[in-house]
């Protein structure tokens, strides 16, 4: 039976955006760096094992909430951070670290799959409605958004759905759902397409969403979860769309 899909989501890393074994370290390290110099510009006698400090014991907190399938806000993360410091989150303060700890990677770019932004451009050409849905680190939505406006796919997606701003991470329904409720779209007519497994195969599933599994840069397929249909690469999306509604 072919499906009626009217509606297409995208997941972000390993999907459209990509990064080596390095990036996150090289992140850290910049991100403590310019978190490190902002609050010295304010007048607080700060060392960077103070930095390290509040890196270890917020990524503790993060972790935590994560495990959940939840998440922080922004403005959640930089008072956590700072009271890790043992650092009273002023406003000052809070405001101090936001462009250092949101935007470092302004600094240090993921890379464009080759074919992503064709690829999603020929989609919404076709008629469909474009979104994405996309988990978060400590870099937040706000940030990411500059860095797709870069690589050109500014105005292609109707909603833009990250997880610091929903609250809720991928696999849980709910970041689907409330993507779905912006868009006014039916989960049974609506497709996601993402590299994960869990967190995007069976998150959609669990929101009645139907899934295409990107497997170039996926970092485990271990089968347990079926998508709709498998593609090696997101240029070969079109087809795969074809193949599962004509």
Not at 68 to 85: K, P
Not at 96 to 116: E, H, N, Q, R
Request: aromatic share 6%; net charge negative.
């Amino acid at each position: 039976m072919k499906l009626k899909i009217d509606t297409i989501t995208f997941d972000l890393w390993n999907t459209l955006l990509i990064h080596d074994e390095a990036y996150d370290g090289e992140i850290r390290r910049i991100r403590s760096e310019d978190i490190l110099k902002a609050l010295t510009d304010i007048g607080l006698n700060v060392t960077e094992a103070d930095v390290e400090k509040g890196y270890r014991l917020s990524d503790e907190k993060l972790l935590e909430r994560w495990s959940g399938h939840l998440d922080m806000s922004l403005e959640e993360q930089l008072e956590d951070f700072l009271e890790c410091m043992d650092i009273g989150p002023s406003p000052e303060r809070i405001e101090s670290i936001k462009a250092p700890y949101a935007d470092t990677v302004m600094k240090l770019k993921p890379a464009l799959v080759d074919g992503a932004l064709d690829t999603v451009r020929g989609i919404k050409k076709k008629g469909y409605r474009v979104a994405l849905i996309s988990n978060t680190g400590r870099t937040p939505g706000r940030s990411m958004r500059k860095i797709l406006d870069d690589y050109g796919f500014s105005g292609l997606f109707e909603v833009t759905t990250f997880s610091d701003e929903a609250g809720f991470k991928k696999p849980h329904p709910e970041i689907f759902n409330r993507t779905l409720l912006r868009l006014n779209a039916r989960p049974d007519s609506t497709l996601h397409v993402g590299d994960h497994s869990f967190l995007d195969v069976l998150g959609a599933r669990n929101a009645g969403m139907r899934s295409v599994q990107v497997t170039r840069y996926a970092h485990e397929i271990d089968g347990q979860y079926k998508p709709d249909i498998s593609i090696e690469n997101i240029s070969c999306l079109s087809g795969a769309i074809d193949s599962l509604t004509r």
